[in-house]
């Protein structure tokens, strides 16, 4: 048994429950292109379809429409819990708020976050908190870190 990877059972279920409901997400228009437009909410979702949708999916599988335009495959957020046998709210938020962004694809989110909320620094955190509950709720499997 000492071979088994600790995630396998993470990776059954996530295969079997992969068929489950999906987020409802609302659908992006295509023409939003790379989603900087200012949004005057501070609600996950909303701002989930606004920004990262277009490069993310709806669904957070990588499948926008603007992820064949760029040079490096955008990852499947929705299997993020799976790959880490949990869902790490931190390291979800270090990607959006620009601490842990490895190349050049993905926009730096901090400015465009504290650009949005025009330096209200409290929308600007929930705002973030917000997006990553909505990714967490784009997960095939619901693992808690916390
Ligand atoms: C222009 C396309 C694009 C947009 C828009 C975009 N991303 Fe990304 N994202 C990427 C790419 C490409 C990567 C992989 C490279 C990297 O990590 O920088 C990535 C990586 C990530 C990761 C790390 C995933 C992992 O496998 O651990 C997270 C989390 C993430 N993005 C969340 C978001 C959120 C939340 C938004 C909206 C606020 C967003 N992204 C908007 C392209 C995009």
Not at 9 to 27: F, K
Not at 105 to 114: G, K, N, T, Y
């Amino acid at each position: 048994m000492r071979a088994v990877p600790r995630c396998l059972p993470c990776v059954v279920v996530g295969v079997v429950l992969s068929w489950g409901p999906v987020s409802a997400a609302a659908q992006d228009s295509p023409s939003i292109g790379w989603g900087h437009r200012p949004v005057n909410s501070v609600d996950g979702q909303v701002l989930y379809s606004a920004w990262c949708s277009s490069c993310h999916g709806p669904t957070g599988r990588g499948d926008g429409p603007a992820a064949e335009h760029l040079s490096v495959p955008v990852p499947d957020l929705s299997t993020i819990a799976v790959r880490d046998c949990k869902f790490n709210f931190f390291h979800v938020q270090a990607h959006v708020t620009s601490e842990r962004v490895r190349g050049e694809a993905m926009p730096r989110w901090r400015d465009i976050i504290a650009r949005n909320y025009r330096n209200d620094e409290g929308r600007a955190r929930m705002a973030v908190t917000n997006l990553v509950k909505h990714v967490e709720s784009l997960q095939v499997v619901q693992v808690r870190s916390r």
